[in-house]
């Protein structure tokens, strides 16, 4: 059964940081690229960060770069992303998925929640101020 579970959400003063944690389970780490994502109250899903398979990273969220950093450990099954310096409204539920099985499963792209196949439950940001 494919999964992937986040984990390392929780609450965070401004400028504070966070690690999170993608593990996935039943599947191949190494054979699909993964992304994630971040919806926050009453807004629409946001492109956030994407690893391929051979560690390319694209940082869609212009406010994240040189503060998000997207990293994957195969062996381990997880990809991780840390995030530093971050602001009140950053608060949203972070998910992590999986780019949809297929020619392109390795590679990321921007803008297509229907591009991925598979995501996890989500784990909440909250940043006070």
């Known amino acids: 059964q494919v999964q992937l579970v986040e984990s390392g959400g929780g609450e965070v003063h401004a400028g504070g940081s966070l690690k999170l944690s993608c593990e996935v389970s039943?599947?191949?780490?190494?054979?699909?690229?993964i992304a994630w994502f971040r919806r926050a109250p009453g807004k629409g899903y946001e492109d956030v960060s994407c690893i391929t398979t051979t560690d390319v990273i694209y940082d869609y969220a212009n406010s994240v770069k040189g503060r998000f950093f997207i990293s994957r450990d195969n062996p381990k099954n997880t990809v991780y992303l840390q995030m530093n310096n971050l602001y009140p409204n950053e608060t949203a539920i972070y998910y992590c998925a999986r780019r949809s099985g297929g020619p392109f499963q390795k590679l990321c792209v921007k803008g297509n929640p229907y591009e991925w196949d598979t995501w996890g439950r989500g784990t909440q940001v909250t940043v006070s101020s």
């Open positions: 039943g599947f191949s780490l190494d054979s699909y690229a």
